[in-house]
């Protein structure tokens, strides 16, 4: 515990940090549900480094949310300067994110990586080319590592300090984290096969010598999936078609034309179902397959020395994924609107087992600690990650003063599909009106949808000043509109959102700036396929595919809502879950241990009376 960097140690985080140091020396695994105000980032990293700068470890602390990056980063600053130990932090994003080049923005992951890609082959970009000289470095990229070696840097510092220098920051940074005690980074770096390959190798690390942080580890099974998800859409044919023919690729483009003929097909009737893997290969069996896969990568090599990216070769890599075996992955054709409202046929093949990956990451790191506020049940998560036996499960307590929150269940109205009516939406727009009314200063709304919201918001009655979510919000719009909810704190906000928005994860409004949520209806998706496929495979590979499917994620994104509220000891704050099913003891059952709501149809008069102490 030598190296925590803050002069007084809360109960409950000393019981982590011990579980901590206990996990990573005994070469062992900890899933850790750890509520909002314990202090995870300096719990988890004090042990860690201790027991990594002893033993030559590296720490990867990964979180996907740019909030904890500087979080981490900020932590390791007070390490330093508290106990004046030497040693090396890198901060790093995806390669987009690092880019100096001023067109990286505008485009999507997998563009920018054929891109920049092609601009290396090429020797078409300055900072790549500036850093390095014959086989050594350049001398500017040498002051930027050596800068990036002596003290904890923000990405966003990162990228200013190499550009300044005129060299490439992502080369700069992954250079630095050859030396690194601790790398800051997203999950991809670690939980993609072929990233991890790639990115441990050039920075000569090893895996069985590595202690891995999983922060927000509540996102990491979805986020596996997704990672590991391959589609394609008739769009990308169809462009994939216009490339080929430019390039007089008659037999590819003809090729082409049959795959989109054979996913129209597919498609025809039906809004989404099930396919096998031959139901897409077998008609195009007049095509020798390896030999047209073969041909077009190649083209799409040519492709890319002139143009951005390639259509071809995005095909080349789905059709070539698309023959991998079914276990763990569901393949599914579905139907949805594109531009203008032309339908397109999107084909995927889906992971439904991110264990598949995440357990060989498990198995051979030296030591792994998943933790988050909701992680709840820790059992579903040792399941889907693929943890071995005799991992170490932690539920811990909250820190934070019981007397500082009031937990509630309005159970007199419901969000349930069936129960959906204009009755019901002023039932909800009473409630919420009431409770805005009950609760001073701002108040944040959550709903399952943006339909749903805009159901309620013409019923809503409020004198304080609302803010209503809108979908797909750019970084800069999400900011702005946050920065105005919490300039209204002293007369009264409303922010309406939706769970799984913009708002519902990742934003702290500690103090004044929050003094009550409501979550209204359990968030529970829509069954679609997709859905239907993973509680079919989580039943039986566990026998809980309702829970591990359906229940389980759509409780963590409503204790996730409601976290955003009460983020300090001294914040107090109204949480109300406003659904008669949270009240119902197969769903009671999920919420964690220390937050135990009370049901109630007084909800007014417990409101009043809590602001009242």
Known sequence: MSL???????????D?????????SSHGCLIAHAPTGLGKTAAALAPALEFALANQKTVFFL???????????ETLKLIRQRHGVAFSVVDMLGKRHMCARDDAGSFFTRQFHEYCSHLRENDSCEFYTNFRRGEGLSQSSKRVIEVISAKPLHTEEVVSL???EGVCPYEAAAFASKSASVVIADYFYVFNPKIRESFLKRNSKLLEDSIIIVDEAHNLPGRMREMLTER??????ERAVKEAEKWSEREIASFLVELRNVMGALASGVSERLVSMEELLKPLGGYDLPVVLERMSAVADSVRESERQSFMGGVADFLSAWQNDDDGFARIVSVGAGYGGVPVVTVSFHCLDPSLEAAKVISGAYSVIMMSGTLTPSFMYRDLLGFPEGVVEREYG???????RLPLIVASATTQFKSRNDAQYRKIASVCSELLSAIPGNTAIFFPSYDFMGKIHPYLVTSKEVFKELPNLSKEEKES???GFKGCYLRGGVLLAVVGGSFGEGIDLPGALLNGVVIVGLPLGQPDLQTKALVGYYEQRYGRGWDYGYVFPAFTKALQCAGRCIRTETDRGVLVFLDERYAWERYYQCFPKELAPKVTSF???AVAEFFKK
């Open 4 to 14: 925590f960097p803050y002069d007084k140690i809360r109960p409950v985080q000393s």
């Open 16 to 24: 982590f940090m011990s579980d901590v140091a206990e996990a990573v």
């Open 63 to 73: 979180t996907s949310r740019h909030t904890q990056h500087a979080l981490a980063v």
């Open 162 to 164: 190499a550009k300044g």
């Open 232 to 237: 394609l859409s008739t769009a990308s044919v």
């Open 398 to 404: 909250s820190p934070l003063p019981k007397e500082n």
């Open 481 to 483: 509109f946050l920065a």
């Open 603 to 605: 909800y007014k008069e």
